[in-house]
């Protein structure tokens, strides 16, 4: 399993939301370029990087930033946060090599399978942010997870991989920045309905014990942000998963 260290990026600094929750947001005192020449020096080939800037303004703000991450990092890099247009995700895809798409695969369905036919399915990231409803039935959210679906997360799935789908990043969004384990049974149920996809756990990774048991469930990847900022897995423990194919 990979592990992928996560920056959210806001007014240039490394920050974390809780829930998505802008209005409660934990600042880091580490620049962001810096820190991913850290986590590259550790041993990590990809980086996930979200332009919370553009996330709240529909257009990326951030991608000068973002290229020199890049360039002084020499990561592959999985960018996300307001492209919401064609320009801006041509623009994004000349400076990373995945993009995230994650409203839109409700909101504009059409755009998103056009896109795969355009792009191909390893240049694309979908995003399915999930709460779970009252009989457990993970529901896509929408709009920085402000706003519920209808549509579910095998939904979501089925509808594109006809298009090429291959990369789904799925967040328990009551999990997220809480550092309160990730929601296991709901990304084991994900790879036995989808075994085809390449998943990305999101939300509530704690420590290498959580990276543990992901990866003995099959899990192909995992995104983390929080634990590794705040030092719950050292470099030694998370050596063996940045390295992993």
Same mark, same amino acid.
């Given at each position: ?35 991913? #020449? ?9 980086? &996930? *990087?979200?332009?919370? =800037?553009? $996330?709240?303004? @529909? ?96 939904? #979501? ?9 291959? &990369? *789904?990043?799925?967040? =328990?969004? $009551?999990?997220? @920045? ?68």
């Amino acid at each position: 399993m990979l592990l992928i260290p996560a920056i959210d990026i806001r007014n240039g600094r490394c920050v974390r939301l809780f829930q998505g929750n802008f209005g409660q947001e934990t600042r880091y005192a580490v620049d962001p370029v810096e820190l991913a #020449a850290e986590y590259a020096a550790q041993g990590a080939t990809w980086l &996930h *990087v979200v332009d919370l =800037d553009g $996330a709240a303004s @529909g257009s990326p703000v951030n991608l000068p930033l973002v290229e020199r991450i890049r360039q002084a990092a020499n990561l592959s890099i999985q960018f996300g946060g307001g492209l919401r247009s064609d320009p801006d995700l041509a623009a994004a895809l000349e400076v990373v090599q995945r993009v995230v798409i994650g409203s839109l695969a409700v909101k504009a369905p059409a755009t998103v399978e056009r896109w795969f036919g355009e792009y191909g399915g390893e240049r694309l990231t979908l995003a399915l942010d999930v709460r779970l409803d009252e009989d457990g039935v993970p529901r896509i959210t929408t709009h920085g997870w402000t706003q519920a679906s209808e549509m579910t997360l095998w939904e #979501a799935i089925d509808r594109y991989t006809p298009f090429g789908l291959r &990369h *789904v990043l799925c967040t =328990d969004v $009551a999990r997220d @920045g809480a550092l309160t384990g990730p929601n296991f049974e709901l990304y084991t149920q994900c790879k036995r309905h989808a075994p085809h996809i390449v998943l990305q756990a999101s939300g509530g990774v704690r420590d290498v014990a959580d990276l543990q048991r992901l990866a003995s469930a099959g899990i192909d990847s995992a995104i983390s942000g929080k634990a590794l900022l705040e030092g719950r897995m050292s470099a030694e423990e998370i050596r063996s998963f940045l390295q992993s194919a």
